[in-house]
């Protein structure tokens, strides 16, 4: 068992258990700096028992490692059974473990055994089977702080009164029982609850077992008893376990003893607490930290077996400049006891503290020990930099360093002019941030370095910094200079420019334009030389270079152009060399182009042949060299073997020679043919022809004959293979009839084809004439043409006739001319069409095939005449619409002629002595023209031939002007009607033909006709009432439309409420009556009233009884038998113009009161004038109304007529 101890400054976060193994505790560990976290790390086979603080006994069954807080940093008293030791061990991470084991069992090396461990334990405890020590008790190392058990057992933060650990539980207790506590009724000095059985799984941190050669309970470490105990389960636990030996085993001997030495356990000393660390010999960026020794308790002590080494310790030394509780950084590791801190801030507050680390074991930090570094010079300050520059000053500026804890009190501003042997010299000392150096050359650089100044003394120069005058601009730049050029680089040089002094420094800026690449100038090099070496290039290839100077300031303009071009490369051997067509003596040589050409285009191939295969007998000579990858070998020996090998020269070189190419030549082909001789009769386009083999007799196998024949009339004709294979005979077909042939013959073998047999000339029969040649057409002008062809003398008869064909296709081709003569001239042609014509001979054996077409094409001439001139009522396109007037204007048109081969220009129009020229179009307007008056036109076409013939006289007149616009008047106005008139006392004549046009606006405000025609007056009806109109006149004539007149505006008045019905009269009780009457709708917004009169008796005239919106009223006080007579009109209120317009009056009904009490309904009484009486008022009105209208209507009449 082992229990570790180990600080802590923060909570410790621990993994949860796995669920369903161990229940977690219901503490947690607290976070304190002053505590520390004991691990107790329970062996696979023990059992660690706890209590709690509710007094319970937790059991936890190994392998486990339990983690427990001190609140105080001391370790709890652990309880051991007899035989084991407890020890305090600690690692190299400063983890303290307590380790529990038997005290015969082997220790690792890196632990021994503790000074002073408890033994303490209770006696009621002491006979407990759990406290029997384990047969087979395994050492496993401490668990390093980053391989974490599966499990960690958080416990109570506060440690329990004892600790007991119990071994072979699962001896004596099943995986999943518990421990059942001791019987209540027992009198125990300390009761305990039931104990509980924890189990977790085996961690895989433990991993070894560290062999032991000696022997517990008798047994070795390495059996097992399933027992617990074996032989020595009845043995007293105070018995002594190093007399005890494996059963079976020999007694102890020396090699056991030596090893029951070497594994005798040590005490390790742990160091106490570290001092303050001591700080001496402060400077600005150094101190020197001393500390004194750690103390370490067991240095003079005495194991338990002997005497323990001497311990050493390492220190660590860690600093920070965060203040006390900043982030610390180890600057020193090692056993001294001082180390000497470099390369501070000066003026800055540092904090060191040291800790020491013995055996792995680490002794925590010291208090921290404040310092502070003393001031010192400042910090080296940035270059200056330029804020302006003319021709001989510099004014530079620049920003302080860091002062390191003295204020900064001047500045050092030195300047090197930049000349040979020139140092840097003083140019300003003093306080301020900025300077201006005069008495400077133009255009010159200078260089400048700054220092800062203190009073603990002086910082280093800044970063060396160049800066220029202003000076003149460089003049333009001489052009670079070829010095040399290679396949992929050129060396070029230039001079100085004259005008730049010797201590300027002038930078040259070279740069190349390649074509490939784009056609802008990429700098290539920048620098001071006056020569460079530019690659790589591409051979062969021309590049265009410029040089551009410049110093400090200015920049020159670009120099002219080199143009130079690098050399072309040695050139690979020609690829693919192969030999072809070998006869007996010669053959065929092919190669193709190098993968690698050099760069150059023109190639010269040279051919080497050697006789012989052998390579010492190799004789090279020159067969052929020129630019064709293809030769002909003639001459050479039949049988014979060659080798041959080629290679390719360039401008760039000759390249290597290709591989050796062996050939052999065939053996020789056979000997010389019979002639050949005709079988049978001659026919007139096929010969049958035989010959024999050679002279000589030779009956070779795989022999074959070639046949070639010429005809004698074609001089220099190139002879053809007429038949070629194995048969001695042959039928030649598609001869010439009457044509005289010379054949010949000649054997081939697989050698090649032999010498040509003796000519043979034989003819064919004589039969129609062949095909003639094509005429020869001559052009003569546009409409003639000049035909001749050559005499056909062949077939072996005399031509009787040749006929000419002519046409514009071959579907119209016709027998032009037929006769003996070799020429015609042709007439009537049209220009600029295309003709062909063909040509047959014919004899008396029949006529010959037709030749090939011959065609021509007859030239442009001027176009043809013009037709179809004539004049238009009216412009053909609406934009001659709008200003065409006839008066002054006349729209001619015509058709457009035949351009004859050439694209009508334009057109000419001849008006008396005018001439008018147009483009090309078949319309034209001619403007600003006198009113009736006649022209004679006439017109011709031009093209690039020249003008054409002016066609006939077109006589044309222009119209009159046309007649001006009436004056528009109303006659009439009515509610839903205009009567317009016009005409009337008008100052232009208006002829009887005379249109007019009538246009009223409508709602768009568009003009729309209402009426066209010869009429002076209109009646407009189905208008609006109380609406105006807008009414606009032209007058149309045959001179053409004439301009509209102003607008005229006019406005229908409002109707009168409608004529109502006679009304209806009811009597009453007594001599009273009821009269009703029809009722109208309100007109457009306006109230209607109703007006009843009554006319009663003798009287004369109507009395108004009524006014007002009822439609019904009751008389009262009628006098009885007598007759009434009652009407009735409406009247319109208008709300507009407060006016009030009535209606005309309703027919009138008739009413006489009787004496009786029925009611009577008297009905409308149409007025009927009889026989022999006088007119009532109505009637009498409708006569003069009558009369008046006949008169109105004569007398219109006759304005008419006088019109």
Not at 778 to 784: A, L, P, Q, Y
Not at 841 to 860: E, I, K, W
Not at 1066 to 1091: F, H, K
Request: with cysteine; net charge negative.
């Amino acid at each position: 068992m082992f229990v570790t101890m180990m600080m802590t400054d923060q909570m410790l976060d621990l993994p949860p258990p796995l669920s369903g193994e161990v229940a977690m505790m219901h503490h947690m560990i607290g976070g304190d700096a002053s505590q520390q976290v004991i691990l107790v790390q329970v062996n696979p086979g023990e059992t660690f028992t706890i209590r709690t603080e509710d007094g319970a006994l937790q059991c936890i069954q190994g392998p486990a490692e339990v983690p427990m807080m001190s609140p105080n940093g001391s370790i709890p008293p652990i309880h051991v059974p007899p035989g084991y030791v407890s020890q305090v061990l600690e690692d190299n991470t400063g983890v303290r473990r307590v380790v529990v084991t038997p005290h015969s069992e082997c220790y690792p090396p890196s632990y021994s055994p503790a000074l002073s461990p408890s033994h303490h334990i209770h006696p009621q405890y002491l006979t407990h089977p759990h406290f029997i020590p384990a047969s087979h008790t395994s050492y496993y190392p401490p668990v390093s702080p980053g391989d974490v058990p599966p499990q960690f057992y958080r416990l109570p933060p506060i440690y329990p009164e004892e600790i007991i650990p119990l071994y072979n539980v699962s001896t004596f207790m099943g995986h999943e029982e518990y421990c059942k506590p001791p019987p209540k009724k027992l009198k125990q000095p300390m009761e305990r609850p039931a104990l509980s059985q924890v189990t977790s799984p085996v961690s895989s941190n433990y991993k070894t077992t560290v062999p032991c050669t000696t022997t517990a309970n008798g047994y070795g470490k390495n059996h097992t008893s399933p027992g617990g105990g074996g032989g020595g389960g009845g043995t007293s636990p105070g018995s002594k376990r190093a007399d005890r030996r494996a059963r079976g085993s020999p007694k102890h001997t020396d090699v056991e003893s030596q090893d029951h030495d070497v594994d005798v356990r040590r005490v390790q000393a742990v160091p106490s607490g570290m001092e303050k660390p001591q700080v001496s010999k402060v400077q600005s960026r150094s101190a020197l930290v001393s500390w004194a020794a750690a103390h370490l308790p067991g240095s003079s002590g005495r194991g338990l077996q002997g005497e323990a080494a001497p311990p050493t310790c390492n220190y660590e030394l860690q600093l920070t400049d965060k203040g006390r509780d900043g982030k610390y950084k180890v600057v020193y590791s090692g056993e001294e006891l001082q180390y000497a801190l470099t390369d501070l801030r000066p003026a800055t507050d540092y904090h060191v503290r040291v800790s020491a680390v013995s055996n792995s074991v680490k002794v925590p930090c010291s208090d921290a020990r404040a310092f502070t570094t003393h001031c010192g010079p400042p910090d080296t300050p940035l270059p200056p930099r330029l804020t302006n520059r003319t021709k001989s000053s510099l004014t530079l500026q620049w920003k302080p360093p860091a002062d390191n804890g003295s204020k900064i009190t001047s500045y050092r501003l030195e300047l090197n002019e930049g000349k040979k042997n020139s140092v840097f010299r003083d140019c300003y000392v003093g306080p301020q941030r900025h300077c201006k150096v005069g008495k400077l050359c133009p255009a010159v650089g200078y260089t400048f370095r700054l220092a800062a100044l203190n009073d603990k003394g002086s910082s280093g120069f800044s970063t060396e910094v160049v800066f220029y005058t202003s000076g003149s601009l460089p003049q333009t730049s001489l052009p670079p200079m070829l010095v040399l050029a290679g396949p992929s680089w050129v060396t070029l040089e230039w001079t100085r420019p004259n005008s730049c002094s010797p201590e300027e420094v002038v930078t040259y800026i070279l740069e190349m334009q390649d074509e490939n690449k784009g056609l802008e100038f990429q700098a290539v090099y920048s620098g001071v030389e006056l020569n460079r070496k530019v690659e790589p290039l591409r051979r062969n290839t021309q590049y265009r270079f410029r040089l551009i100077t410049c110093n400090g300031e200015w920049r020159s303009a670009p120099s002219s152009l080199l143009v130079c071009k690098t050399t072309p490369d040695r050139p690979g051997p020609p690829m693919n060399p192969a030999v072809n067509t070998i006869t007996y003596h010669s053959f065929c040589v092919t190669w193709e182009p190098p993968q690698d050409d050099g760069g150059s285009g023109d190639l010269t191939y040279v051919l080497e042949i050697s006789e012989g295969d052998s390579e010492a007998d190799r004789q090279w000579s020159t067969l052929y060299r020129g630019p064709e990858r293809k030769h002909l070998c003639k001459d050479l020996k039949p049988a014979t073997r060659y080798s041959l090998r080629l290679s390719c020269v360039t401008t760039g070189g000759q390249s290597q020679c290709s591989d050796v190419l062996s050939a052999c030549t065939l053996n020789p082909p056979p000997g010389r043919c019979q002639p050949p001789r005709i079988v049978g009769n001659a026919k007139h386009k096929e010969l049958s022809v035989q010959w024999d083999g050679s002279l000589c007799g030779e009956e070779q196998e795989g022999v074959e004959f070639s046949l070639e024949m010429c005809a004698m009339e074609e001089d220099g004709s190139e002879p053809i293979e007429a038949y070629r294979g194995s048969e001695t005979e042959c039928t030649v077909g598609n001869l010439l009839p009457g044509t005289t042939y010379r054949f010949r013959v000649r054997a081939a073998n697989k050698a090649g084809f032999g010498p040509y047999s003796e000519s043979v000339e034989i003819s064919t029969a004589a039969g129609p004439p062949g095909q003639c040649s094509p005429p020869n057409i001559n052009v003569t002008s546009h409409s003639c043409a000049f035909v001749t062809w050559e005499s056909k003398e062949s077939s072996g008869i005399d031509i009787s006739e040749y006929r000419l064909d002519w046409g514009r296709d071959l579907d119209s081709l016709e027998l032009l001319y037929s006769g003996t003569e070799t020429q015609f001239q042709i007439s009537n042609l049209e220009a600029s069409t295309e003709y062909c014509c063909r040509l047959q001979a014919v004899n008396h054996a029949g006529a010959g095939p037709y030749s090939d077409l011959a065609t021509c094409r007859t030239p442009a001439a001027v176009p043809d005449v013009v037709s179809g001139f004539r004049l238009l009522d009216h412009p053909p396109t609406t934009d001659d619409s709008e200003s065409f007037f006839p008066s002054t204007c006349l729209a001619l048109t015509w058709d457009e002629p035949r351009c004859n081969g050439a694209e009508i220009i334009s057109y000419s129009i001849c008006m008396e002595d005018t001439i008018i020229t147009i483009k090309n179009t078949t319309s034209h307007v001619i403007r600003d023209l006198l009113p009736d008056s006649e022209y004679s036109l006439q017109i011709r076409a031009e093209n690039e031939m020249g003008p054409g013939p002016f066609g006939q006289t077109l006589t044309v007149r222009t119209r009159p002007l046309p007649p001006s616009p009436p004056r528009l008047e109303c006659a009439a106005v009515g509610p839903q009607t205009l009567k317009l008139r016009w005409g009337f006392g008008n100052r232009s004549p208006l002829t009887d033909d005379t249109t007019y046009v009538l246009q009223m606006e409508d709602k768009n405000q568009r003009f729309v006709v209402v009426y066209r025609g010869p009429s002076h007056t209109f009646k407009l009806q189905r208008l609006s009432e109380s609406s105006r109109y807008s009414f606009r006149i032209q007058a149309v004539s045959e001179a053409g439309e004439g301009p509209f007149s102003q607008t005229y505006s006019f406005g229908t008045i409002k109707s009168l409420p409608p004529t109502l019905k006679a009304p209806r009269v009811s009597q009453l009780e007594g001599n009273a009556c009821e009269v009703t009457w029809e009722s109208v709708q309100p007109m457009r917004g306006d109230r209607i009233s109703y007006v009843l009169q009554v006319r009663g008796g003798r009287e004369s005239e109507y009395k108004q009884v009524y006014k007002g919106e009822e439609t019904s009223f009751q008389l009262f006080g009628l006098q009885w038998n007598t007759d009434y007579r009652l009407r009735v009109f409406a009247c319109r209120r208008c709300t507009d113009t407060h006016q009030e317009l009535c209606g005309a009056f309703s027919p009138s009904a008739h009413f006489t009161p009787q004496r009786s009490d029925a009611t009577l309904t008297v009905e409308a009484d149409v007025t009927r004038v009889p026989m022999g009486r006088s007119l009532t008022d109505e009637q009498f009105a409708s006569l003069i109304v009558f009369g008046v209208a006949s008169l109105s209507v004569l007398i219109a009449f006759l304005l008419q007529l006088l019109i």
